[in-house]
């Protein structure tokens, strides 16, 4: 998956409008244009499209769980660059507030069953023994659950149109 397209289906998946989406990038001090923001946002066969570092999805990522949890005391956070599928599962994890036992649910209610110690595996540290790369596939499956949980009557809704 690209950072444009994960861009595009978190903005589906909370309904951020253009303006909602730059004061989601203001939480974390990063001032984007309305501009660059619809390059961002534009289809990956458009070639005008401007492709999104992993800093800046981190950021608005980091921006998202302000907006979701509230802004905790002390430094913003640092963006991650490299950005992995990894990092993404685990700050869209903080940002909803999931459990393990959420994420499972959602995963078997569009029949991808993983396993909990599969689960565990890729929160784990990277130079831990146990640790697991979340494949693109499962990054997939995850946006797709927590689109069918949080817009349930959309699930069909293909993303790319």
Not at 30 to 50: F, H, N, T
Not at 68 to 73: F, V
Not at 144 to 161: E, F
Request: charged share 35%.
């Amino acid at each position: 998956m690209t950072n444009n397209d994960i861009l595009r289906r978190v903005r589906y998946l909370f309904d951020l409008n253009d303006t909602k989406m730059i004061a989601v990038f203001k939480l974390v001090n990063q001032d984007v244009s309305r501009a660059v923001l619809c390059d961002w946002l534009k289809r990956e066969d458009d070639p005008s499209i401007i492709e999104i570092t992993d800093k800046e999805l981190s950021n608005f990522l980091n921006g998202i769980i302000i907006e979701k949890r509230g802004k905790r005391e002390g430094p913003l956070p640092e963006p991650e660059d490299p950005l992995t599928n990894n990092m993404i599962l685990k700050k869209l994890k903080i940002a909803l507030d999931l459990k393990s036992d959420d994420i499972l649910d959602m995963l078997a209610a569009i029949d991808k069953k993983i396993s909990k110690h599969e689960l565990s595996a890729f929160f784990r540290n990277p130079d831990h023994k146990s640790y697991r790369d979340f494949l693109d596939q499962y990054l997939r499956y995850f946006l797709n659950a927590l689109q069918k949980k949080y817009k349930p009557n959309l699930s069909n809704y293909d993303i790319r149109q």
